[in-house]
């Protein structure tokens, strides 16, 4: 291309709706065990079993249910800290959707 010639072709567009993205299928085995936990009303046995531990005034912690959510990704996927299974589920959609409670 010489000095003043341009091409009169365009850039397509570079920005793409979030709803023309595809969707994930998410992960058969989390979302299996979420429903067993679902059906099984887990969250509110685990928030009845952990409620005489709460402090008055305490700083907000994550709820139970997701707590133990969280803990089974990390020994199902061989993760041994916090911080690591933290990461996993903050980085996979599939198991951050298994780690939000569901009351459907």
Not at 17 to 30: D, E, R
Not at 76 to 95: P, T, Y
């Amino acid at each position: 291309m010489s000095l003043g010639q341009r091409r009169t072709e365009r850039q397509q567009e570079l920005w793409v709706a979030t709803a023309k993205l595809p969707a994930s299928i998410g992960h058969v085995f989390y979302d299996a065990l979420n429903g067993v936990l679902r059906d099984g009303k887990f969250d509110r046995i685990a928030e009845s079993l952990c409620e005489p531990f709460y402090k008055e005034g305490g700083r907000p912690g994550i709820p139970p249910g997701i707590y133990f959510r969280m803990i089974f990704v990390g020994y199902f996927e061989g993760i041994d800290s916090q911080r690591g299974i933290a990461w996993r589920c903050r980085d996979s959609l599939s198991l951050a959707e298994v780690s939000r409670v569901r009351t459907a």
